[in-house]
């Protein structure tokens, strides 16, 4: 049995699409032991909670420095004994203790097509806003092994996604969220959880 610790900061549709697929048997082998959010009011946890999964919040706010929130953060993840740190839609920089700590078992799921929209300051709604000024005809969502770059990491999955005329940032992320995001994540995590030899 994979045990997975998810990270998220907002909606967490992605953690949603992984918790169903888990319930439907999309996805085998694996267990969400434990959520963790960077920001208290972040609706994932209410959606893990209702799930009765353990969900806890994080936040930078309650630390002094960035030193000190980096040490709880891997020490909320360690506790849960994860066996992969999936980050959905997980808007911190990852401490390079935690990449080292937990090397090629830390996945990322990133809105776009990687390389293209990719790097420091690219995330959320800004990279389908820089896909759209581009005037790219598609884009999509990648998955892939976070290592101590910003979207650097080996690519695990891809998935391409049509832009339509007319297509507004908002559009177009939920587009490539229902046709790419919500698929792959889910996809990559089986694939991880069904390798695994333990
Ligand atoms: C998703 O679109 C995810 O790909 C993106 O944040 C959104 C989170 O949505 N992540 C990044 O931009 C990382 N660079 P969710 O909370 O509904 O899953």
Same mark, same amino acid.
């Given at each position: 049995?994979?045990?997975?610790?998810?990270?998220?900061?907002?909606?967490? @549709?992605?953690? /949603?699409? *992984?918790?169903?697929?888990?319930?439907?048997?999309?996805? @085998?082998?694996?267990?969400?032991? %434990?959520?963790?959010?960077?920001?208290?009011?972040?609706?994932?946890?209410?959606?893990? &909670?209702?799930?009765?999964?353990?969900?806890?919040?994080?936040?930078?706010?309650?630390?002094?420095? %960035? +030193?000190?929130?980096?040490?709880?953060?891997?020490?909320?993840?360690? +506790?849960? +004994?994860?066996?992969?740190?999936?980050?959905?839609?997980?808007?911190?920089?990852?401490?390079?203790?935690?990449?080292?700590?937990? +090397?090629? %078992?830390?996945?990322?799921?990133?809105?776009?097509?990687?390389?293209?929209?990719?790097? =420091?300051?690219?995330?959320?709604?800004?990279?389908?806003?820089?896909?759209?000024?581009?005037?790219?005809?598609?884009?999509?969502?990648?998955?892939?092994?976070?290592?101590?770059? @910003?979207? =650097?990491?080996?690519?695990?999955?891809?998935?391409?996604?049509?832009?339509?005329?007319?297509?507004?940032?908002?559009?177009? /992320? /939920? &587009?490539?969220?229902?046709?790419?995001?919500?698929?792959?994540?889910? /996809?990559?995590?089986?694939? *991880?959880?069904?390798?695994?030899? %333990?």
């Amino acid at each position: 049995m994979l045990r997975i610790c998810v990270c998220v900061s907002g909606g967490g @549709t992605n953690l /949603q699409a *992984i918790m169903d697929a888990i319930d439907n048997g999309t996805v @085998t082998n694996t267990k969400i032991v %434990r959520v963790i959010s960077n920001n208290k009011g972040a609706y994932a946890l209410e959606r893990a &909670r209702a799930k009765g999964i353990d969900a806890v919040a994080i936040s930078p706010k309650d630390f002094e420095n %960035r +030193e000190l929130f980096n040490d709880a953060l891997l020490a909320g993840v360690d +506790e849960a +004994e994860p066996d992969l740190i999936v980050l959905a839609g997980f808007l911190v920089v990852i401490p390079p203790k935690m990449i080292k700590k937990y +090397e090629g %078992r830390i996945i990322n799921i990133h809105p776009s097509l990687i390389p293209s929209f990719c790097g =420091t300051g690219y995330y959320g709604l800004k990279v389908h806003e820089a896909a759209l000024a581009r005037g790219v005809k598609v884009t999509g969502a990648t998955v892939h092994y976070v290592d101590e770059g @910003t979207d =650097t990491g080996p690519i695990i999955m891809q998935k391409a996604v049509e832009v339509i005329d007319g297509d507004t940032p908002k559009t177009l /992320q /939920q &587009r490539v969220m229902e046709q790419a995001e919500w698929i792959i994540l889910p /996809q990559a995590i089986n694939s *991880i959880a069904n390798k695994k030899e %333990r």
